[in-house]
């Protein structure tokens, strides 16, 4: 599928999205039904999925939709991207998506949007291809939310800098070959000061250890220690002291394409329950005719509709490069609680069996958990809209 038709926009299609954009939407979820959907059980159970899973993606190119064809990508943009979230998303282990999701929308961009052609090279065209596998350390054991506050210091040294910290919960730490790292490398407090570099994991002072979770069990987070980590001169990420707003920068697609995720995860739950809801019977009716339980059904397809439609408009402005900050921290904020309640009321709905692993639901509400809380909590987006009205 190298080079992206260029179809027109056929009446029907929701905007932004066009009919090559359903092409794509049909051949990543052929690719979902058939090589993740039947793993997804085993892979949770096992508490990883292969690597393999990375080259063999980049063989059917989902690894580098948005970048150029001379770097091995398809030459299509964000809402290539926004179309793989949402499929992803339908693959029965949010922890797959995340590892996945991880690799290609928040670890790589960095490198594409701020390195060097010769960074892009060595980086970012070996994560297209699947090659390399990437992931993102931000978060440390003192700081999440509190980004400015973090301490993993890199001394400069001869050719290169020596890092010395830690990373927490970070997705990929353990199977990745780069973390793309926010250290300190000024002398400022605060959000001076951060720089970003490439540390290779094969580095000698690498260290990283996979952490027991509620959700998300077939992804790998990881504790990571950083001792004398050496890291060359070229390796540093955009420029010294801009790390802060590398950070910033990332944070709008990681939040938009959590939420693309979050949608299109609560509409499959929902589809699988109202399926149940029509064949499981109680007292001499399926419970779906229960005015109760109808009712559910209405207020989780507006949810989801509403989820949808504002993270849709968020999608929208940040296409057209439009300042969409506020619709963006909305649509996380949103869609994420709402999908963790739409999983619970699925759950419920499924009585007994619910709770029951085969059926995969329990696992969509523990997944649904992490949403609330990664890539920025709750707190903080309504922090940050809080302050966009001035107060
Ligand atoms: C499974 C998983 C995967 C992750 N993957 C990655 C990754 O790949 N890379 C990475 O860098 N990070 C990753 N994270 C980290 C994630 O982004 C952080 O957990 C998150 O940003 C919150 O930080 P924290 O855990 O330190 O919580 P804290 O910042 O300690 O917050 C604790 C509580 O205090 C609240 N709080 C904090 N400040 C305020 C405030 N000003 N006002 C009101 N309430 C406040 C928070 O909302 C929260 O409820 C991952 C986390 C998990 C659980």
């Known amino acids: 599928m190298k080079g992206l038709p260029d179809a027109p926009r056929p009446a029907g299609l929701l905007p932004p999205f066009t009919a090559e954009h359903e092409q794509l939407r049909a051949s990543l979820r052929r690719f979902v039904e058939a090589e993740l959907v039947p793993h997804a059980d085993a892979w949770e159970r096992e508490r990883w999925f292969p690597d393999e899973l990375f080259p063999r993606m980049g063989e059917l190119g989902f690894l580098g939709l948005r970048y150029p064809l001379e770097y091995g990508g398809q030459g299509g943009d964000h809402l290539h991207?926004?179309?793989?979230?949402?499929?992803?998303?339908?693959?029965?282990?949010?922890?797959?998506?995340?590892?996945?999701?991880?690799?290609?929308?928040?670890a790589t961009p960095p490198i594409w949007g701020f390195g060097t052609e010769d960074q892009r090279q060595r980086y970012v065209v070996p994560a297209i291809t699947g090659e390399r596998i990437a992931a993102l350390g931000i978060t440390e054991p003192g700081a999440g939310s509190d980004v400015a506050s973090l301490r993993t210091r890199a001394e400069r040294v001869e050719g290169g800098w020596v890092v010395n910290g830690e990373k927490a919960f970070i997705t990929n730490g353990v199977r990745a070959d780069h973390l793309v790292a926010a250290v300190r490398t000024g002398e400022q407090d605060g959000h001076g000061g951060i720089s970003f570099l490439i540390?290779?994991?094969?580095?000698?002072?690498?260290?990283?250890s996979k952490l027991d979770k509620l959700g998300w069990h077939a992804s790998d987070t990881a504790l990571i220690a950083l001792q004398d980590v050496f890291v060359p001169q070229e390796n540093l990420l955009g420029k010294a002291g801009d790390g802060f707003k590398l950070i910033m920068a990332n944070f709008q697609w990681e939040r938009l394409a959590m939420a693309l995720g979050?949608?299109?995860a609560m509409q499959d739950v929902f589809e699988r329950t109202l399926a149940y809801a029509m064949q499981r019977s109680a007292f001499g009716r399926p419970i779906g005719r229960?005015?109760?339980?109808?009712?559910?059904?209405?207020?989780?397809?507006?949810?989801?509709?509403a989820s949808r439609s504002l993270t849709y408009h968020a999608l929208r402005r940040f296409h057209a490069s439009e300042d969409a900050l506020r619709e963006v921290t909305m649509a996380k904020l949103l869609s994420q609680r709402?999908?963790?309640?739409?999983?619970?009321?699925?759950l419920q709905i499924h009585g007994g069996a619910g709770y029951m692993v085969e059926v995969g639901i329990e696992r969509a509400v523990r997944d649904a958990r992490l949403g609330p809380i990664g890539g920025g909590t709750d707190e903080i987006m309504k922090e940050i809209l809080g302050r966009s009205m001035g107060l």
């Open 81 to 106: 991207e926004a179309v793989l979230a949402e499929e992803l998303s339908r693959c029965r282990s949010a922890g797959v998506a995340a590892g996945l999701g991880a690799h290609i929308s928040i």
């Open 199 to 208: 540390i290779d994991t094969d580095q000698p002072g690498y260290a990283a």
């Open 262 to 264: 979050a949608v299109a």
């Open 290 to 305: 229960f005015q109760a339980i109808r009712h559910r059904f209405a207020e989780m397809a507006t949810t989801i509709e």
């Open 338 to 346: 709402a999908s963790f309640e739409v999983a619970d009321a699925c």
